[in-house]
């Protein structure tokens, strides 16, 4: 029988009151990509295989070696699908922001749980994380660049009652930019969470927090 206080049971729900809280969603959509790999990985190996069996029947050397190469990136990708299935059965954590609107220089409360036991769970970080993206268009083809502005640390703990359940204040920097996207360029902030689990993959997600623009003074 289930526990009352089980996590999985009182999740919250999300009410569109200006002032009501806001369910974070996680951009990791863990099974869709789990999937995707495993069938990449499973098509690769087994066409590959299949060639290689065909070349070495008809005494073909090309035949042998040359479906080499994609039959080591089928059994690289079949490497990654086993790990993204095992990651498959983590416990989903939920994050949960206290304020809906959020500027530059806003403090909020940012509050966890999850869906599922956390208990193998032995250490647990989030951090802030400002991001921007670059695309640059090079004749035909387009360029994208990734760097990291902001980063910081927000919380950390191996308690596994703080693990489970918890809390934390979160800080946008004062003269940080709001979050923006054009053709070219975008700032994207997020939350990420690290969930350190032993002889297993981790829990790594990603909860994207939108700051606004500033609002014009009355």
């Known amino acids: 029988m289930a526990k009352k206080n089980d996590p999985a049971l009182v999740c919250p729900i999300e009410h569109e009151d200006d002032d009501a809280p ?3 969603r996680s951009s990791d959509s863990r099974y869709a990509i789990a999937v995707i790999v495993s069938v990449f990985g499973l098509v690769f190996t087994v066409a590959a295989i299949a060639i290689m069996s065909q070349g070495i029947r008809n005494g073909n050397l090309m035949a042998i070696l040359c ?15 086993v790990y993204l299935i095992l990651r498959c059965f983590n416990p989903m954590p939920v994050l949960v922001l206290s304020d809906r609107n959020v500027y530059a220089g806003s ?8 869906r599922g036991s956390s208990r193998s769970i032995h250490q647990l970080k989030l951090t802030l994380i400002g991001t921007e993206k670059v695309s640059y268009r090079q004749g035909t083809s387009t360029r994208t660049e990734e760097s990291t502005f902001f980063s910081e640390v927000v919380f950390e703990s191996e308690d596994p009652d703080q693990i489970a359940k918890g809390f934390c204040l979160v800080k946008i920097p004062d ?15 997020s939350i990420g969470m690290h969930g350190s689990i032993r002889r297993w993959p981790d829990v790594t997600e990603t909860f994207p927090v939108q700051v606004l623009v500033p609002p014009l003074p009355s």
């Open 175 to 189: 003269e940080g930019m709001h979050s923006f996207k054009s053709a070219d360029n975008e700032i994207l902030w």
């Open 107 to 114: 403090e909020f409360e940012v509050s966890w749980m999850f």
């Open 67 to 81: 479906p080499g190469v994609f039959l080591l990136v089928g059994l690289a990708a079949d490497v990654l699908a």
């Open 22 to 24: 806001v369910v974070a």
